[in-house]
Nanobody, 119 residues
Framework: QVQLVESGGGLVQPGGSLRLSCAAS????????MGWYRQAPAKQRELVAS???????TYPDSMKGRFTISRDNAKNTVYLQMNSLKPEDTAVYYC?????????????WGQGTQVTVSS
């Protein structure tokens, strides 16, 4: 059984920073791409950033500049550094991982962590 567990969310003032972490555990043979998504109330889930096993990153244009994704392959962990946060960044942030478990290659999701940007 594979689990992804996010941490690091919380309440932060506008202009502040947060660092999210997501650790994958269980029977994992290989992790391909890991990513962060977010979903604000009444909005669709959107991509924030993704990173391949080799370290290549992808950011939608709207996310470039303030968000940085990184990963530690030895720890099966992906991070999201968020700077200069704005109220519109308030959302539940989810990580996912495209990985090979003991049977299949499939995408797993974490349970989400709330990020609230407010004064």
């Amino acid at each position: 059984q594979v689990q992804l567990v996010e941490s690091g969310g919380g309440l932060v003032q506008p202009g502040g920073s947060l660092r999210l972490s997501c650790a994958a555990s269980g029977t994992i043979f290989y992790i391909y791409t890991m990513g962060w998504y977010r979903q604000a109330p009444a909005k669709q889930r959107e991509l924030v950033a993704s990173i391949t096993s080799g370290g290549a990153t992808t950011y939608p244009d709207s996310m470039k500049g303030r968000f940085t994704i990184s990963r530690d392959n030895a720890k099966n962990t992906v991070y999201l550094q968020m700077n200069s946060l704005k109220p519109e960044d308030t959302a539940v942030y989810y990580c996912n991982a495209d990985l090979l478990d003991s049977v299949w290659r499939k995408t797993y999701w974490g349970q989400g962590t709330q990020v609230t940007v407010s004064s």
